[in-house]
T-cell receptor
Framework: EAGVTQFPSHSVIEKGQTVTLRCDPISGHDNLYWYRRVMGKEIKFLLHFVKESKQDESGMPNNRFLAERTGGTYSTLKVQPAELEDSGVYFC???????????????FGSGTQLSVL | AQSVTQLDSHVSVSEGTPVLLRCNYSSSYSPSLFWYVQHPNKGLQLLLKYTSAATLVKGINGFEAEFKKSETSFHLTKPSAHMSDAAEYFCVVSDRPNFGNEKLTFGTGTRLTIIP
């Protein structure tokens, strides 16, 4: 079974530019999550999709971040315009929903390292 | 509100000696607790999880953790370290394991170094 795939693995952009991160979850996983780790700090929740709907976006830092999951398959996370403090590692994770409850086992991708200069 | 404190940012042990990675948690509910590991250039991998069943949880690669409610701890141990255990380890808590939202709260991570 293919794992969670994230692209690109690294991105270096200048402040003010736009960057789009992509996540392909494991096939059949309705739940898709975005997390990020800012340098030296803990990994923090950004948002959760169930299929194409945003279930919880309470962790999104501000309106420069836009996440989409059209068709309920892959997801994109766009940062526009990027600021220096957006630098960090962005992780995507997916899980199944089993009998109406979320399976606790999340499968994580290897992350996208974003550097804003 | 839930939180996790990993007491050591770096731990170094010699190959073949025991590993202890410490974690304390705070949770308003009966928590689910996890340990994840990240090897270089790899995704986060679940090592083990506690979900209110047995307090001693066995995971992959010989790791185990004991849930101690009185101490609000969930320390990760392994009897004998292997070179392949070198990685970063995260203690994680979830307040709502089956409410349809895996909103995990991560600790800051412990980097484990194995000395040959």
């Amino acid at each position: 079974e293919a794992g969670v795939t994230q692209f690109p693995s690294h991105s270096v952009i200048e402040k003010g530019q736009t960057v789009t991160l992509r996540c392909d979850p494991i096939s059949g996983h309705d739940n898709l999550y975005w997390y990020r780790r800012v340098m030296g700090k803990e990994i923090k929740f950004l948002l959760h999709f169930v299929k194409e709907s945003k279930q919880d976006e309470s962790g999104m830092p501000n309106n420069r971040f836009l996440a989409e999951r059209t068709g309920g398959t892959y997801s994109t996370l766009k940062v526009q315009p990027a600021e220096l403090e957006d630098s960090g590692v962005y992780f995507c994770a997916s899980s199944r929903t089993y009998r109406g409850a979320t399976n606790e086992k999340l499968f994580f991708g290897s992350g996208t390292q974003l550097s804003v200069l | 509100a839930q939180s996790v404190t990993q007491l050591d940012s770096h731990v170094s042990v010699s190959e073949g000696t025991p590993v202890l990675l410490r974690c304390n948690y705070s949770s308003s509910y009966s928590p689910s607790l996890f340990w994840y590991v990240q090897h270089p250039n790899k995704g986060l991998q679940l090592l083990l999880k506690y979900t209110s069943a047995a307090t001693l949880v066995k995971g992959i690669n010989g790791f185990e953790a004991e849930f101690k409610k009185s101490e609000t701890s969930f320390h990760l141990t392994k009897p004998s370290a292997h070179m392949s255990d070198a990685a970063e380890y995260f203690c994680v808590v979830s307040d709502r394991p089956n409410f349809g939202n895996e909103k995990l709260t991560f600790g800051t991570g412990t980097r484990l170094t194995i000395i040959p």
